[in-house]
Every structure is written in C-alpha cells, then in structure tokens.
T-cell receptor
Framework: KAGVTQTPRYLIKTRGQQVTLSCSPISGHRSVSWYQQTPGQGLQFLFEYFSETQRNKGNFPGRFSGRQFSNSRSEMNVSTLELGDSALYLC??????????????FGPGTRLTVT | GQNIDQPTEMTATEGAIVQINCTYQTSGFNGLFWYQQHAGEAPTFLSYNVLDGLEEKGRFSSFLSRSKGYSYLLLKELQMKDSASYLCAVRPAGAGGYNKLIFGAGTRLAVHP
C-alpha cells in the first residue's frame, strides 16, 4: 500500500507571495491533518479535514487555510508569506471508522523556505 | 492549558535499555501516541495507549497512567539505528479532538557503541 505523498518536497518563496501544498493520503484514509514543524516550536497542529470538511483547527492565523477534495486529497494554502512561515509542513492521514479514529501516518513533508 | 513535557536529550549504549518519560496536562484525554523521527525524515508511528497499562511491540513498549498524566516509552536491545527523536503526542478529548495531536518537543536519543 502506498504511503502518504506530498508535493512539492521543497519550495522557495519570497515574502508576500502565496503557496499551495498538496497531500495524497493512504488509500482508504479519509482524515487528513496538517502540521507545521520548526526547530523552535516543534510540531504544531494546523487543521484536520474529514469528508471535505474542516473539523479541527489549531492556533494559526487566517493566512493558513486548507481544503479537501472528494477523493480525500488535501491542499493547504498560505497567503502573504512571512519569514516565520519557513518550516517543514507535514501531512498525516488516518483511518476513521464510525466515531473512532486511528493512528496517523505522516508524509515526507514539504520544506518551505521564505526569503 | 495544554502541556507535554519530555527530556530534551538522552544517551545510551548499544544493546542497553532506555526509558523515555512523558508527562502531560491537556484539556481532556483521548489517547497518547509515540512517534520516532530520524533527522530530515517524517515521524513514524510507534505505539498508541488509551487505557492504563503496558503495550508491547517487539523491542518497543509503551506505558500509560492516566491518573498521573504519565507515559513512558521503553526501548530494549538498543541498536545504532534507534538514534532519533522520540515524540510524545496526546489527542485531546471530545468530538473536536479526533485527529488533533498535541506534541511534546521530542527527546533526542543518541545510541553509542
């Protein structure tokens, strides 16, 4: 079974630009979560999508947004990039059965550098 | 508030046993996870505890005490490839907490020959 895939793997953007990152979950996984990882703050939860709906959100500004498509693939967008947005962005997918969620499996991440 | 504490760094010898502790204070509790992350790679799932007690999986075991807000990851027969960061993560309770994980800062483990 293929794992979680993320594209692109590396990205360099300039302050003020916007960026879109993509995530394809493991087949059959309908929950997709996004995390930001930085040396200073560690792994921080951004948001979770399930059945094309955002059902969880972390403490990030509105510049960070996402969506999920009917095939469970997800994208996250960051608008008006700031230097502090430089980070590894990780996507994780999980199986959901009824009201139970299972462990999350992470993709390789997208390394975003903002200059 | 939400707080997860784990030691920043640990060192151990190849073949030995090491225990990595994690204490947490979160708004409700719906499971504790351990992940391993090698430098430059994504976290990989190691274990999951939702009830008190010990879960064993090969060389890795994880323990949970909900009343004490405490967990540990036990690694036996250490190998050089176990040198990595180990992340403790808690899933808060409630319908909104399904796949929101709160991570600790991670424990960097160095295994020496």
């Amino acid at each position: 079974k293929a794992g979680v895939t993320q594209t692109p793997r590396y990205l360099i953007k300039t302050r003020g630009q916007q960026v879109t990152l993509s995530c394809s979950p493991i087949s059959g996984h309908r929950s997709v979560s996004w995390y930001q990882q930085t040396p200073g703050q560690g792994l921080q939860f951004l948001f979770e999508y399930f059945s094309e709906t955002q059902r969880n959100k972390g403490n990030f500004p509105g510049r960070f947004s996402g969506r999920q498509f009917s095939n469970s693939r997800s994208e996250m967008n960051v608008s008006t990039l700031e230097l502090g947005d430089s980070a590894l962005y990780l996507c994780a997918s999980s199986l959901v059965r009824g009201t139970a969620s299972y462990e999350q499996y992470f993709g390789p991440g997208t390394r975003l550098t903002v200059t | 508030g939400q707080n997860i504490d784990q030691p920043t760094e640990m060192t151990a010898t190849e073949g030995a046993i090491v225990q990595i502790n994690c204490t947490y204070q979160t708004s409700g509790f719906n499971g504790l996870f351990w992940y391993q992350q090698h430098a430059g790679e994504a976290p990989t799932f190691l274990s999951y505890n939702v009830l008190d007690g010990l879960e064993e999986k090969g060389r890795f075991s994880s323990f949970l005490s909900r009343s004490k807000g405490y967990s540990y990851l036990l690694l036996k027969e250490l190998q050089m490839k176990d040198s990595a960061s180990y992340l403790c993560a808690v899933r808060p309770a409630g319908a909104g907490g399904y796949n929101k994980l709160i991570f600790g800062a991670g424990t960097r483990l160095a295994v020496h020959p």
